[in-house]
């Protein structure tokens, strides 16, 4: 069963820093992309951040040099380094994966969310 889990969600104050993981399982992720979304009530799911196979990264404007995302392939997890965080990083933050099919084609997988909390 292929499965993204995501954990280290929480409450943090502003100026404080949380780690995401993102941890795969029925696959290995050394030829997957992998990207951070994430989503308050009442809006759009956006996305944060990118890192392909190769380890090259994108960041949205809002979180450069806030954020770094990262990759183990061995741990088979995807973090998400979330520093001098901002009331407006409140969000539930949600991993996502594309797979590589044999065809060319890639599937995406979600992860279940995490809720990130920030106060002022």
């Known amino acids: 069963e292929v499965q993204l889990v995501e954990s280290g969600g929480g409450s943090v104050q502003a100026g404080g820093s949380l780690r995401l993981s993102c941890t795969a399982s029925?696959?290995?992720?050394?030829?997957?992309?992998f990207a951070w979304y994430r989503q308050s009530p009442g809006d759009d799911r956006d996305l944060i951040s990118t890192?392909?196979?190769?380890?090259?990264?994108y960041y949205r404007a809002s979180v450069k040099g806030r954020f770094t995302i990262s990759r183990d392939n061995a741990k088979n997890t995807v973090y998400l380094q979330m520093n001098s965080l901002k009331p407006e990083d409140t969000a539930v933050y949600y991993c996502?994966?594309?797979?590589?099919?044999?065809?060319?084609?890639?599937?995406?997988?979600w992860g279940q969310g995490t809720q990130v909390t920030v106060s002022s």
């Open positions: 890192i392909n196979k190769h380890g090259e990264t």
């Open positions: 029925g696959f290995a992720i050394d030829d997957s992309d």
């Open positions: 996502a994966a594309e797979r590589p099919m044999v065809d060319g084609a890639g599937e995406v997988d």
